[in-house]
């Protein structure tokens, strides 16, 4: 039986809920105080994990605090404090056209457009909505991998351009919600819906699942392969 539009939307506000219930602590991992901090972080969280990017933004920071500071950095010292992220020399390079991008055109402030982000080296939609929805409370739902896997086995799309599942999910949710919607989608992905091994049998949306019995079913088998989430990172407001 095919799913009407109407059903879809409403099985993805409960699956919301759902999730809401299960990982109250569902945000954003990375750690930041500012707009410009989340985003240089975002840049290099590519292919790499948040907690390992949380370990070099602290120094990173303290050296380059700013656009202004980070333009007029030296290529290899930049180089040596994001090498543990991976991709150093690429993510070096982003980082510094970045800033000088930020300081010549958008007068060394974060731009709180998604027009204008996307305009920036090294930005795209998904590290856009990221900024937008966590720096400036604008809403935005980052398509990340597991944003696009764990959609992708609730039935909700079944597309694999980012774009385009970001779309679908933003009418399937209220606006207010779609930064949240990506938290929560994300945190599943990583604690309880794995790529490889998904637990559903401990699963808070197995019934709403179309997908679900791919992976570890009896509840306690499952319940072994949940991971526990680390503490949620500090936010604009933080100290």
């Given at each position: 039986?095919?799913?009407?539009?109407?059903?879809?939307?409403?099985?993805?506000?409960?699956?919301?809920?759902l999730?809401?219930?299960?990982?109250?602590?569902?945000?954003?991992?990375?750690?930041?105080?500012?707009?410009?901090?989340?985003?240089?972080?975002?840049?290099?969280?590519?292919?790499?994990?948040?907690?390992?990017?949380?370990?070099?933004?602290?120094?990173l920071?303290s050296?380059?605090?700013?656009?202004?500071?980070?333009?007029?950095?030296?290529?290899?010292?930049l180089e040596?404090?994001?090498?543990?992220?991976?991709?150093?020399?690429?993510?070096?390079?982003?980082?510094?056209?970045?800033?000088?991008?930020?300081?010549?055109?958008?007068?060394?402030?974060?731009?709180?457009?998604?027009?204008?982000?996307?305009?920036?080296?090294?930005?795209?939609?998904?590290?856009?909505?990221?900024?937008?929805?966590?720096?400036?409370?604008?809403?935005?739902?980052?398509?990340?991998?597991?944003?696009?896997?764990?959609?992708?086995?609730?039935?909700?799309?079944?597309?694999?351009?980012?774009?385009?599942?970001?779309?679908?999910?933003?009418?399937?949710?209220?606006?207010?919600?779609?930064?949240?919607?990506?938290?929560?989608?994300?945190i599943?992905?990583?604690?309880?819906?794995?790529?490889?091994?998904?637990?559903?049998?401990?699963?808070?949306v197995?019934?709403?699942?179309?997908?679900?019995?791919?992976?570890?079913?009896?509840?306690?088998?499952?319940?072994?392969?949940?991971?526990?989430?680390?503490?949620?990172?500090?936010?604009?407001?933080?100290?």
């Amino acid at each position: 039986m095919v799913e009407t539009v109407l059903a879809r939307t409403r099985r993805a506000r409960r699956i919301d809920r759902l999730l809401g219930e299960r990982y109250p602590d569902a945000g954003c991992e990375l750690d930041f105080r500012t707009p410009f901090e989340l985003l240089v972080a975002t840049v290099l969280s590519a292919q790499t994990t948040d907690v390992r990017v949380n370990q070099v933004t602290p120094e990173l920071f303290s050296r380059w605090p700013g656009p202004v500071e980070l333009a007029g950095a030296e290529r290899v010292a930049l180089e040596d404090v994001v090498r543990p992220t991976g991709f150093f020399r690429a993510k070096a390079a982003s980082l510094l056209a970045l800033a000088q991008a930020l300081v010549e055109r958008f007068d060394a402030q974060v731009p709180a457009r998604m027009a204008d982000l996307v305009t920036l080296p090294g930005v795209g939609r998904k590290t856009a909505n990221v900024v937008l929805g966590n720096a400036f409370d604008v809403p935005g739902l980052p398509v990340d991998t597991h944003v696009g896997r764990v959609a992708r086995r609730l039935g909700l799309t079944v597309e694999e351009d980012p774009v385009r599942i970001e779309t679908e999910l933003c009418a399937l949710i209220p606006k207010r919600g779609w930064t949240m919607f990506s938290h929560r989608l994300i945190i599943h992905g990583r604690r309880t819906c794995h790529a490889r091994r998904p637990a559903c049998g401990a699963c808070p949306v197995a019934r709403l699942c179309p997908s679900s019995g791919i992976g570890e079913t009896d509840p306690e088998a499952a319940a072994r392969l949940v991971r526990p989430g680390p503490v949620p990172a500090r936010g604009p407001a933080a100290g």
